[in-house]
C-alpha cells in the first residue's frame, strides 16, 4: 500500500470521554489508529464531494446564463 510513520497527536477531550479513549487505546493501539484514519477519510471524501458538487452546480447556473 504505502510507507506509514507513526504521529503524536494531543487534544484536549472531556475527561470522562479521555479516560475511555486510554482505556480503548491501551486494550487496543490500532484501533484508534482505525479511528483517526476513519474520519480523516470520511472528512476527506466528504470535502471532494462538496467541492466537486459546488463545481458542478457553477457549471450548470453559467451554462444556463449563456442560454
Keep these: 500500500m504505502w510507507d506509514t ?5 494531543e487534544v484536549e477531550l472531556p475527561t470522562d ?5 486510554e482505556a480503548i487505546q ?3 493501539p490500532e484501533f484508534m489508529s482505525k479511528i483517526v ?4 477519510t470520511r472528512r476527506t471524501l466528504y470535502e471532494h464531494l462538496r467541492n466537486s ?3 458542478t452546480q457553477e457549471e450548470s447556473t ?4 449563456v442560454f
Design 62 to 65: 453559467g451554462a444556463q446564463a
Design 5 to 9: 510513520c507513526p504521529v503524536l497527536i
Design 26 to 28: 491501551k486494550a487496543d
Design 53 to 55: 458538487s459546488d463545481l
Design 37 to 40: 484514519l476513519y474520519g480523516l
Design 17 to 21: 470521554l479521555a479516560e475511555k479513549v
